[in-house]
């Protein structure tokens, strides 16, 4: 599966800010990435399909009725965000670095 910018918009949403994976019911992603349910819930089962998410069948009270799914990373997900993260720090890096020396060129 190809990683696409909507699958990191996910993926971000199912971490903690300490990076640590998360349960998310549908609705609750839906606010949190801007997707509509016409495109996150396709996503979320290519995704689940790839082995990058997961889901449980909720039994808690509070959750019955608005959505019984809640979507988690998988290990191989966790994995995924990370190595996307790492080739796009290793990007921003080199294009920065281009675009310092070309400053310097311009400058002179």
């Known amino acids: ?7 990191l918009v ?3 949403s199912l971490l903690s800010d300490e990076g640590w994976p998360l349960l998310k019911k549908g609705p609750i992603l839906q606010r949190e990435t ?4 016409g495109t996150l819930y396709p996503l979320l089962n290519r995704m689940a399909a790839a082995g990058l998410v997961t889901w449980v069948r909720s ?12 979507w988690g990373l998988t290990e191989k997900g966790l994995e995924t965000a990370v190595s996307e ?11 920065l670095a281009v675009a310092e020396r070309e400053g310097e060129n311009v400058q002179e």
């Open 85 to 95: 993260a790492r080739m796009w720090q290793e990007f921003t890096t080199k294009f």
């Open 10 to 12: 996910v993926v971000r």
């Open 59 to 70: 039994r808690d009270k509070e959750w019955q009725g608005e959505c019984a799914k809640a």
């Open 1 to 7: 599966m190809q990683v696409t910018k909507q699958c």
């Open 34 to 37: 801007g997707l509509k349910s």
